[in-house]
């Protein structure tokens, strides 16, 4: 079978080729957009990743192409109703890193627990390896709140039960079989809020969810809690954020995402552009409460990204495209109806 692959990086191009080493792969770097010429008559599988836009006139250009597969979660990139038209299938990686962004949700905490950030800062710019003014916190015993237990909440739920602490969840949808083999309970998330001394978010950003933490209910938060965000910016309404750490509501927080990043909906546009909203963040930032505060952490919403997490997207693409092979397509998506 015939595959066109527009990639990315050497690296992924090198990748794919040891596991699509049975099918005739022509691969091109860039996206679909960057060289408007290539065109191929007999290629049955287009591979793209986020950058490149597939829609009516990018088909015309690869006219026996019957499968494409995205290299990414979101699939906002692909004309879903065109494909359908044309009778090709879509598939995308649905999951590649609920390990990776628990684990990052856990550096966060750790940094914070154990004021390793300032430890660092301290020697970088004083010299001094006085440890007088960062005692730390253990993690073990304390009460960590789990708001979205999917594939990522889950992980962070595995990880703080190796830690020994006392764990509680909330979310609209109760797994009680996962509950019950890891030994948690799921409570209201009021309760949530004043028995943790940790809260963590793992859960989809939509109308629902969209300030979940707000004025009204962070300060229900038990004194002195810490939280972490490595989800979506504005599950968290930034000005009850403010409130509640000059309140000393909560006594610290790790931010991988912010508010002012809005809905991004798929973290693998930022391995390819500039974030949409970079400029924004620059100067929210430049005269933002959150930067100059020393218990808060803020990273470059990054948790998605290793080389693990990353080789196994390339992993899903190769499986989509041999399945198709085998007559038996997997994680295919359709147009909503």
């Given at each position: 079978?015939k595959?066109?692959?527009?990639?990315?990086?050497p690296?992924?191009?090198?990748?794919?080729?040891?596991?699509?080493s049975g099918?005739?792969?022509?691969?091109?770097?860039?996206?679909?957009q960057?060289?408007?010429?290539?065109?191929d008559d007999a290629?049955e599988?287009?591979?793209v990743?986020v950058?490149s836009?597939?829609g009516?006139?990018?088909?015309d250009?690869?006219?026996a192409?019957k499968?494409v597969?995205?290299?990414?979660?979101?699939?906002?990139?692909?004309?879903?109703?065109?494909?359908?038209?044309r009778?090709?299938?879509?598939?995308?990686v649905?999951?590649y890193?609920?390990?990776?962004?628990?684990e990052?949700?856990?550096a966060?905490l750790?940094m914070l627990?154990r004021?390793?950030y300032?430890a660092?800062d301290r020697?970088i710019t004083t010299?001094?390896?006085?440890?007088?003014?960062?005692m730390?916190?253990?993690?073990m015993g304390k009460t960590?709140?789990?708001?979205?237990?999917?594939?990522?909440?889950?992980?962070?739920?595995?990880i703080?039960?190796?830690f020994g602490m006392?764990?509680?969840?909330?979310?609209?949808?109760?797994?009680?079989?996962?509950?019950?083999?890891?030994?948690?309970?799921?409570?209201?998330l009021?309760?949530l809020?004043?028995?943790?001394?940790?809260?963590t978010?793992h859960l989809?950003?939509?109308k629902?969810?969209e300030?979940?933490?707000?004025?009204d209910?962070m300060?229900k938060i038990?004194?002195?809690a810490?939280?972490?965000?490595?989800a979506r910016?504005?599950?968290v309404?930034?000005?009850a954020?403010?409130m509640a750490?000059?309140?000393?509501i909560?006594?610290?927080?790790g931010?991988?995402v912010?508010e002012?990043?809005?809905?991004?909906l798929?973290?693998m546009?930022l391995l390819v552009?500039e974030?949409?909203?970079?400029?924004?963040?620059?100067t929210?930032?430049?005269?933002h409460y959150?930067?100059?505060?020393?218990?808060?952490?803020?990273?470059?919403?990054?948790a998605f990204n290793t080389k693990?997490?990353r080789e196994?997207i390339?992993?899903v693409?190769a499986?989509?495209?041999?399945?198709?092979?085998?007559g038996?397509?997997t994680n295919?998506?359709?147009?909503k109806?």
């Amino acid at each position: 079978m015939k595959i066109i692959s527009f990639y990315n990086d050497p690296w992924e191009a090198d990748y794919m080729k040891v596991k699509l080493s049975g099918h005739e792969v022509v691969f091109h770097e860039g996206s679909l957009q960057d060289d408007s010429d290539i065109r191929d008559d007999a290629a049955e599988v287009l591979s793209v990743f986020v950058k490149s836009t597939v829609g009516a006139a990018e088909f015309d250009r690869f006219p026996a192409v019957k499968h494409v597969v995205t290299r990414s979660t979101g699939f906002d990139h692909i004309d879903l109703v065109e494909a359908d038209k044309r009778g090709i299938t879509v598939a995308n990686v649905p999951t590649y890193g609920e390990n990776t962004v628990a684990e990052f949700a856990f550096a966060l905490l750790l940094m914070l627990a154990r004021r390793t950030y300032e430890a660092h800062d301290r020697v970088i710019t004083t010299s001094s390896f006085s440890p007088k003014g960062l005692m730390g916190f253990d993690l073990m015993g304390k009460t960590i709140g789990v708001i979205g237990t999917g594939h990522i909440g889950q992980f962070a739920i595995r990880i703080a039960r190796g830690f020994g602490m006392n764990i509680i969840a909330f979310d609209i949808n109760h797994d009680d079989a996962f509950a019950k083999e890891i030994g948690f309970e799921y409570v209201e998330l009021d309760a949530l809020l004043s028995r943790s001394d940790i809260i963590t978010l793992h859960l989809p950003l939509n109308k629902h969810t969209e300030h979940l933490l707000n004025k009204d209910n962070m300060r229900k938060i038990k004194k002195g809690a810490y939280l972490i965000n490595t989800a979506r910016g504005p599950l968290v309404d930034t000005d009850a954020l403010i409130m509640a750490l000059k309140e000393e509501i909560l006594a610290g927080a790790g931010m991988d995402v912010l508010e002012e990043e809005g809905y991004m909906l798929d973290e693998m546009k930022l391995l390819v552009d500039e974030h949409p909203n970079a400029e924004t963040l620059q100067t929210v930032l430049q005269n933002h409460y959150l930067i100059d505060h020393p218990r808060v952490i803020i990273t470059p919403h990054m948790a998605f990204n290793t080389k693990e997490a990353r080789e196994r997207i390339l992993d899903v693409t190769a499986e989509n495209i041999t399945s198709y092979a085998l007559g038996k397509p997997t994680n295919i998506v359709k147009p909503k109806v």
